[in-house]
């Protein structure tokens, strides 16, 4: 690829690829009847169960707001339940109701389809080094 070319350097790259998983996370995640980052909400708290919101914002590397606004949806719509920390009262911890449960399920079902058809083209041996090859990235930064 010319690097002079826009569509060929790696940021470029990387920004559509991006786009392109985040838009097939959300479409997916939207047909169980949740946004993309309540999904990860969920998922995290199906992994483990009574988490704080901060918790889950490390986790998922969002902001603190994101995930508020997320946990009040999730809760509105009785995915989740709150209760207080019983060790720390500004605290409240996260728990799937039965139906989150259900739905988280279905969601990290679906991101295994999205993830599937992402790298559809790619054989193992490719999709093992394009997996190492982001964790390197990741970790040098």
Excluded at 14 to 43: D, I, P, Y
Excluded at 71 to 99: M, N, Q
Aim: aromatic share 4%.
């Amino acid at each position: 690829m010319d690097q002079g070319d826009s569509e060929g350097t790696i940021l470029w790259l990387m920004k559509h690829g991006f786009a392109r998983q985040r838009r097939n996370v959300e479409e997916a995640m939207r047909a169980n009847g949740v946004t993309a980052t309540q999904a990860g909400v969920l998922t995290q708290l199906r992994q483990s169960p009574g988490l704080s919101s901060s918790d889950i914002a490390r986790r998922l590397i969002l902001t603190p707001q994101a995930v508020m606004a997320a946990v009040a949806s999730l809760e509105k719509l009785t995915l989740i339940e709150r209760a207080d920390d019983p060790t720390h009262g500004r605290i409240r911890r996260c728990f799937l109701t039965d139906e989150g449960e259900r739905v988280a399920k279905a969601c990290e079902a679906a991101a295994g389809e999205v993830e599937e058809n992402l790298l559809a083209s790619f054989d193992i041996t490719q999709r093992r080094e394009f997996a190492e090859l982001l964790a390197l990235y990741i970790r040098e930064r």
